[in-house]
């Protein structure tokens, strides 16, 4: 029986997707696809446009036996600490092999660049701490780095998919399961891409997002980059944004003092200050980010720092649960998932939680806790984004 | 000279209190009249319906010389710590009386009670402590227990305005500057009356907000229970309600741990368990309160402890600012007022604030936060209720 691993986010599911899906599948020729994916507040901090169950429903709908959510402690990270939670997360389910979308690159490229980074992990550090460039981003510092010095990594760090999936391949290489990685080679779209093309049945989630938020009408389009369950959830559906959020976040920053601010979880020393006088004259979130976005304080830095104010995370909080995995929340499955669930249950170790209530809510509370505060955008008044909430079942 | 103090909250400016500052001047002969009032949020815990310089400003075009503000830490508070904050800022201020209205008795039966009850505090207190009826208010229980007692205190304070009236005159007691009491009896309505009669010229504030906040219509009778520059007010403003600041409320409770809600003023011994859970389900501040209401929590002591969570105010935060008054915030004057007040400059020893501006916005922080809350439910986006704003002036 061979398991297949993926890490996304999902935000919309679209065409891309599914075609990695189905390559994956058919190039592994994998058994089970456990898909990690985030919950409702992403990577680069910001909330999904729309919920994870929404999400996860498409995705087994689309070719994914199982959905388990990557824990908000996690998934609101760079990309390191993000690997380290989704890649947990699947080895612990028991996958034999991960597979990624990459520009360029195979499976064993991404094994080899993670064995000689883990190798040399000290002295990159050192090097990477006195050479860094400031204007540059930490993955343009990296891979500038690693080619200078380490030009036997033939891997291409420029393009961001492949430093993502390099982030994966560090995290595998860590673990004692020989764990394979199969690449699937991006079709049409980049990743960073702003514009979807007409016709273009594959575009990436940024453009796509960029434009369901600034208008709908796109939506009625014959052809779509993505599935029609993809389309019927956003018709179903407020699209939540960070505007929505806007007015707890200037309400928090009004409320809390500069001692209160200064312990939050990536909040720089001094940046309390600037953040406290800018709060006052933004009028919405691009504006407030537009104002405190510096060469050296990118947006997605800034976008995590607000999600941390917002959620009042503290950096000892915030550090404690980077510790290690303690739960796996599956958020939904088909026949041949839950199958494999049933079949693994003994051999897991870590709680399995596929409902959440008073005795496992402690284990869960700062997940319940993202998911109330991404409630308060929710106008559909869904009654809980966790409690008493079961798997979606698909068969 | 002669200068009078009159204790208010004017939420709305109406007819009542347009006769009860007329009456004051004529009774006492005052040459100046000086109001202290509350500012953005009440003595019962809520928000004023339009800002506090809206207020002043009616109050000044009617018979006020001077509007000082009550801080914000006396004004959301019981009878007595909110006649604590006004008296002593009226005294620093050199009134020579004080005038409120009553439903019976003169200055001297107000005087004579004070003067009783501090006579005998220690004694009340111990009575008071093992004699309290958990199903009756503080005001009822204190007045019931004076009567039984001390009959010689013939002062009925079974009456709203009465009671309110006692603890100025026992805030006055306590200086050793002597003040008279000049009462003013209540015309018309009855203080906690629910209804504005037809073609009502006098109505309770309570009856007017009611009205107020079911519909605006209401405002386009002829006669109207307050003056055409209070009705210019309530047409260009949004009118403020709890329910503006629900969100929010909601927000800072899911966000907050047990712990930090057990430390929040007000906050009694598990009560925060409940809170907690009942804001899960609430779906507004009618709902809420109505969900925590008990014979033992009265509505509006859940309005102020809700208003101390909103503000996110600790116990000894609270405590610590409620030892003395250390400012005097100047919202408004006219030619006599402002005569008056540089006259008086030298003479008074706590800093007057008439422009909050870097240098003393220290000391006004927490009026500056409360500002900063109230202005979130504030769509005309008045720049600042504080910062930069310099008191109002009428000739």
């Given at each position: 029986m061979?398991?297949c691993?993926?890490?996304?986010?999902?935000?919309?599911?679209?065409?891309g997707?599914?075609y990695?899906?189905?390559?994956?599948?058919?190039?592994?020729?994998a058994d089970?696809?456990?898909?990690?994916?985030?919950?409702n507040?992403?990577q680069?901090?910001?909330p999904a446009?729309?919920?994870?169950?929404q999400?996860?429903?498409?995705?087994?709908?689309?070719?994914?036996?199982m959905v388990?959510?990557?824990?908000?402690?996690?998934?609101?990270?760079?990309?390191?600490?993000?690997?380290?939670?989704?890649?947990?997360?699947?080895?612990?389910?028991?996958?034999?092999v991960?597979?990624?979308?990459?520009?360029?690159?195979?499976?064993?490229?991404?094994?080899e660049?993670?064995k000689?980074?883990?190798?040399?992990?000290?002295?990159?550090n050192?090097?990477?701490?006195?050479?860094?460039a400031?204007?540059?981003?930490?993955?343009?510092?990296?891979s500038?780095?690693?080619?200078k010095y380490?030009?036997?990594?033939?891997?291409?760090?420029?393009?961001?998919?492949?430093?993502?999936?390099?982030?994966?391949?560090?995290?595998?290489?860590?673990?004692?399961?020989?764990?394979?990685?199969?690449?699937?080679?991006?079709?049409?779209?980049?990743y960073?891409d702003?514009?979807?093309?007409?016709?273009?049945?594959?575009?990436?989630a940024?453009?796509?997002?960029?434009?369901?938020?600034?208008?709908?009408?796109?939506?009625?389009?014959k052809?779509?980059?993505?599935p029609k369950?993809?389309?019927?959830?956003?018709h179903?559906?407020?699209?939540?944004?960070?505007e929505?959020?806007?007015?707890?976040?200037?309400?928090?920053?009004?409320?809390?003092?500069?001692?209160?601010l200064?312990?939050?979880?990536?909040?720089e020393?001094?940046?309390?200050y600037r953040i406290?006088?800018?709060?006052?004259?933004?009028?919405?979130?691009?504006?407030?980010?537009?104002?405190?976005?510096?060469?050296?304080l990118?947006?997605?830095?800034l976008q995590?720092?607000?999600?941390?104010?917002?959620l009042?995370?503290?950096?000892?909080?915030?550090?404690g649960?980077?510790?290690k995995?303690d739960?796996?929340?599956?958020?939904?499955?088909?026949?041949?998932?839950?199958?494999?669930?049933?079949?693994m249950?003994?051999?897991?170790?870590?709680?399995?939680?596929?409902n959440v209530?008073q005795k496992?809510?402690?284990?869960?509370?700062?997940?319940?806790?993202?998911?109330?505060?991404?409630r308060l955008?929710?106008?559909c008044?869904?009654?809980?984004?966790d409690?008493?909430?079961?798997?979606?079942?698909i068969?």
């Amino acid at each position: 029986m061979k398991i297949c691993g993926v890490v996304t986010e999902y935000n919309p599911f679209h065409n891309g997707h599914l075609y990695q899906l189905e390559e994956a599948k058919k190039k592994t020729g994998a058994d089970v696809m456990i898909v990690a994916m985030s919950g409702n507040f992403l990577q680069r901090g910001e909330p999904a446009i729309i919920d994870k169950w929404q999400r996860a429903s498409v995705a087994i709908q689309h070719g994914a036996d199982m959905v388990v959510e990557i824990p908000s402690a996690f998934s609101v990270q760079p990309a390191d600490l993000f690997a380290k939670g989704a890649i947990s997360l699947l080895v612990k389910l028991g996958i034999d092999v991960l597979s990624f979308g990459s520009e360029t690159g195979e499976g064993k490229d991404f094994s080899e660049a993670a064995k000689i980074y883990l190798e040399n992990e000290e002295l990159i550090n050192k090097i990477f701490q006195k050479k860094q460039a400031q204007e540059l981003t930490y993955a343009k510092n990296m891979s500038q780095l690693l080619k200078k010095y380490f030009p036997e990594i033939t891997l291409d760090l420029t393009q961001p998919n492949n430093m993502l999936g390099f982030a994966y391949a560090k995290e595998l290489q860590k673990k004692s399961e020989p764990i394979s990685i199969q690449t699937i080679r991006r079709k049409n779209s980049h990743y960073h891409d702003q514009k979807v093309k007409a016709d273009d049945r594959i575009a990436s989630a940024t453009a796509i997002r960029k434009l369901l938020l600034s208008s709908d009408e796109w939506l009625y389009k014959k052809k779509l980059p993505f599935p029609k369950e993809t389309q019927l959830c956003l018709h179903q559906s407020k699209l939540v944004h960070w505007e929505d959020f806007f007015p707890y976040l200037k309400y928090k920053i009004l409320t809390a003092s500069l001692e209160e601010l200064n312990q939050i979880y990536l909040m720089e020393e001094g940046l309390e200050y600037r953040i406290k006088a800018v709060i006052k004259e933004a009028e919405s979130m691009t504006d407030f980010l537009t104002r405190l976005k510096t060469k050296q304080l990118s947006w997605t830095r800034l976008q995590r720092l607000c999600f941390y104010i917002l959620l009042d995370q503290k950096k000892e909080e915030v550090e404690g649960r980077l510790k290690k995995i303690d739960y796996i929340r599956v958020l939904g499955f088909n026949k041949t998932g839950q199958a494999y669930l049933s079949k693994m249950k003994r051999q897991i170790k870590t709680p399995l939680i596929t409902n959440v209530n008073q005795k496992n809510s402690t284990l869960l509370s700062y997940d319940i806790t993202v998911g109330n505060v991404y409630r308060l955008a929710d106008s559909c008044k869904i009654k809980s984004q966790d409690f008493r909430r079961k798997p979606i079942k698909i068969d």
